[in-house]
T-cell receptor, first 114, second 111 residues
Framework: DQQVKQNSPSLSVQEGRISILNCDYT??????FLWYKKYPAEGPTFLIS?????DKNEDGRFTVFLNKSAKHLSLHIVPSQPGDSAVYFCAASGMGNAGNMLTFGGGTRLMVKP | ETGVTQSPTHLIKTRGQQVTLRCSSQ?????VSWYQQALGQGPQFIFQYYREEENGRGNFPPRFSGLQFPNYSSELNVNALELDDSALYLC??????????FGSGTRLTVV
């Protein structure tokens, strides 16, 4: 039972263009969503988050959009840079999740080509 | 000391053996969670400790156990290792279960 899904295992984008990473969830109890970036041999690094009371949160080049009715969120990176190449994980937590545990998607590998 | 430190970074064990993985959290971080990340998948929640007591558990058998110590360090113990236990094990710490910081993980290979 995969409650958080990232249907695109990989994405390739040209430097300077927009990267859009998508995530779908099924559990209506999720009320907080996060994006993590992971480089090889490192742990996931927190990128940006959004509460379910919002539909958009922006931090520099990174914007997360939440569509609660569709149970869908997306991460936009504009402009994309080669250093953004990494695996991106969507995660969710919420009421009923023991101790704010995070439920992760399977990840999307982003490759930004110079 | 800042950051979350995990040891060892790599480990090879034989099926049936027992293993202990260690995590050193940032000072003041009273919450530690452990995750298992199999190859090509996202991290899966194993359990969480809050103020030295187990505070939540994922879908993992009892042979996965843990401890959290007063000095903000913690352990993940796995008994009777199976080949499918081969994975990256991640520790994440936070203050009062908010804002997790992850360590770099321990890569466990069971042969």
């Amino acid at each position: 039972d995969q409650q958080v899904k990232q249907n695109s295992p990989s994405l390739s984008v040209q430097e300077g263009r927009i990267s859009i990473l998508n995530c779908d969830y099924t559990n209506s109890m999720f009320d907080y969503f996060l994006w993590y970036k992971k480089y090889p041999a490192e742990g996931p690094t927190f990128l940006i988050s959004i509460s379910s009371i919002k539909d958009k949160n922006e931090d520099g080049r990174f914007t997360v959009f939440l569509n609660k009715s569709a149970k869908h969120l997306s991460l936009h990176i504009v402009p994309s840079q080669p250093g953004d190449s990494a695996v991106y994980f969507c995660a969710a937590s919420g009421m009923g999740n023991a101790g704010n545990m995070l439920t992760f998607g399977g990840g999307t590998r982003l490759m930004v080509k110079p | 000391e800042t950051g979350v430190t995990q040891s060892p970074t790599h480990l090879i064990k034989t099926r049936g053996q027992q293993v202990t993985l260690r995590c050193s959290s940032q000072s003041g971080h009273n919450t530690v969670s452990w995750y298992q990340q199999a190859l090509g998948q996202g991290p899966q929640f194993i359990f969480q400790y809050y103020r030295e007591e187990e505070n939540g558990r994922g879908n993992f058998p009892p042979r996965f156990s843990g401890l959290q110590f007063p000095n903000y360090s913690s352990e993940l113990n796995v008994n009777a290792l199976e080949l499918d236990d081969s994975a990256l094990y991640l520790c994440a710490s936070s203050i009062d279960r908010v804002g997790y910081t992850f360590g770099s993980g321990t890569r466990l290979t069971v042969v």
